[in-house]
């Protein structure tokens, strides 16, 4: 759902682009009316300007490629394979383009506010997109940019900024703008859930940076790489806190299991789910794993986790009924966050982090089948492969908990 950052509640315009089932949207602002002469251009809006010129030119080629690929032979395979891997890699370069456009234009901004306020309609632009995209990176500075400049939607910035400075582990960051919200009693379940647990977090991820340099140091943990629609993934996983779950995706991986596997759920603000053959929910290899979530040292969850997906059942016959989550029911399938679930760690290994590639997460199709109507016409990004890149001297092979199980 689209967000309102202007009070007015006008929008920016937007270019849409799209081709052959996928679906890539990339953004530019025109600064209406903007007359300057050389002489008058700063560097930075230099910057700006030359960024935003290579990005509409490869925006040009792409719709050239696109033409191309639409006229040609379809029955020429290779050529249509071969198209189709110069768009994939276009669309990765766009993204860089238009990361750069955004950067340089709150570089812009930030260098001389009262000489570039036609690129405030371009930063509040990004911000709602990269909000919706869960793109955090650099959102939250963005944000205080903007955040005292007239005819803004202060409220909603602060929820904004609030919620990137959480996921971001930034925490003393986060709570001013959270509070904020909080006092004009407009914040939201995400919202709430992150005040609440500003502090828990905090002291969370001061053990977890300790325990990541001890990690760094040894430099001997296993390492698998995912091949994805969306790009390459390397994961790091957590074998010291988590050797069984480790054991049963490392052996996974080298049976080739994950091998072209969509992300059948991907929600904006939680997780991406993969893992499950059928892409239904349901499937799994076979067998149960034992828990591991429950150990003194278990690890927790934040940007970037990997954890166990299990089953949940219903405690009763109506839609209301309470549900739980099946104990030793993980098998298959896993998830990546793509913020802090605090409460997610009670029921569930975390098994791991993403280490390169956090780009191609956050660009995976959102896609949710337990929406009432479904999202029956959105084409899921896939798991292409998995490979192992590192691991320990010593056989992986998982204890297993029990055979096949499928909730109520």
Same mark, same amino acid.
């Given at each position: 759902?689209?967000?309102?950052?202007? #009070?007015?509640?006008?929008?920016?315009?937007?270019?849409?682009?799209?081709?052959?089932?996928?679906?890539?949207?990339?953004?530019?602002?025109?600064?209406?009316?903007?007359?300057?002469?050389?002489?008058?251009?700063?560097?930075?809006?230099?910057?700006?300007?030359?960024?935003?010129?290579?990005?509409?030119?490869?925006?040009?080629?792409?719709? #050239?490629?696109?033409?191309l690929f639409h006229t040609a032979d379809p029955d020429d395979l290779q050529r249509q394979v071969e198209?189709?891997?110069?768009?994939?890699?276009?669309?990765?370069?766009?993204?860089?383009?238009?990361?750069?456009?955004?950067?340089?234009?709150?570089?812009?901004?930030?260098?001389?506010?009262?000489?570039?306020?036609?690129?405030?309609p371009v930063l509040l632009q990004s911000i709602e997109q990269d909000y919706e995209a869960d793109a955090y990176d650099g959102l939250g500075e963005r944000v205080e940019l903007l955040i005292d400049q007239p005819g803004v939607n202060v409220?909603?910035?602060?929820?904004?900024?609030? @919620? #990137?400075?959480?996921?971001?582990?930034?925490?003393?960051?986060?709570?001013?703008?959270?509070?904020?919200?909080?006092?004009?009693?407009k914040l939201d379940q995400r919202g709430r859930a992150a005040l609440g647990t500003l502090t828990e977090q905090a002291e969370r991820w001061e053990e977890e940076q300790a325990i990541r340099a001890a990690e760094a140091m040894a430099d001997n943990l296993p390492r698998v790489q995912l091949k994805t629609t969306r790009g390459?993934?390397?994961?790091?996983?957590?074998?010291?806190?988590?050797?069984?779950?480790?054991?049963?995706? @490392?052996?996974l991986v080298e049976q080739g299991f994950y091998t072209d596997i969509p992300f059948y759920m991907v929600i904006s603000g939680v997780m991406a789910i993969t893992g499950?053959?059928?892409?239904?929910?349901?499937?799994?290899?076979?067998?149960?794993?034992?828990?591991?979530?429950?150990?003194?040292?278990?690890?927790?969850?934040?940007?970037?986790?990997?954890?166990?997906?299990?089953?949940?059942? #219903?405690?009763?016959?109506?839609?209301?009924?309470?549900q739980r989550v099946v104990p030793e029911s993980a098998g298959s399938q896993f998830f990546l966050t793509y913020q802090p679930l605090p409460g997610i760690d009670d029921h569930h290994t975390i098994f791991g982090r993403v280490i390169e590639g956090w780009e191609a997460i956050e660009s995976l199709t959102r896609i949710n089948p337990r929406k009432k109507?479904?999202?029956?016409?959105?084409?899921?990004?896939?798991?292409?492969?998995?490979?192992?890149?590192?691991?320990?001297?010593?056989?992986?092979?998982?204890?297993i908990a029990g055979g096949s199980v499928r909730a109520k």
């Open positions: 759902m689209a967000v309102e950052l202007t #009070s007015s509640g006008s929008r920016s315009s937007r270019v849409w682009f799209a081709v052959a089932g996928w679906l890539v949207a990339f953004f530019t602002t025109i600064s209406a009316g903007a007359q300057e002469s050389a002489s008058a251009i700063s560097p930075q809006r230099a910057a700006y300007q030359e960024a935003e010129r290579a990005l509409r030119d490869h925006l040009k080629q792409m719709w #050239s490629d696109m033409i198209m189709r891997g110069k768009w994939r890699d276009s669309s990765f370069a766009s993204r860089t383009l238009r990361r750069k456009v955004v950067e340089a234009a709150a570089e812009a901004f930030r260098a001389s506010p009262q000489d570039n306020m036609d690129l405030i409220v909603k910035l602060h929820e904004i900024a609030g @919620i #990137s400075f959480y996921v971001m582990a930034q925490y003393d960051r986060a709570k001013p703008h959270l509070t904020k919200v909080a006092e004009a009693d390459d993934v390397v994961l790091e996983l957590f074998e010291d806190q988590a050797p069984q779950t480790v054991g049963n995706f @490392i052996s499950d053959p059928t892409g239904e929910g349901s499937g799994n290899a076979g067998y149960r794993i034992r828990d591991e979530n429950l150990r003194e040292d278990a690890r927790h969850s934040f940007r970037g986790s990997i954890g166990m997906a299990k089953l949940v059942e #219903s405690m009763g016959d109506s839609e209301q009924a309470p109507d479904g999202d029956r016409n959105v084409t899921p990004d896939r798991l292409l492969e998995a490979t192992v890149i590192r691991k320990r001297d010593h056989a992986y092979v998982p204890e």
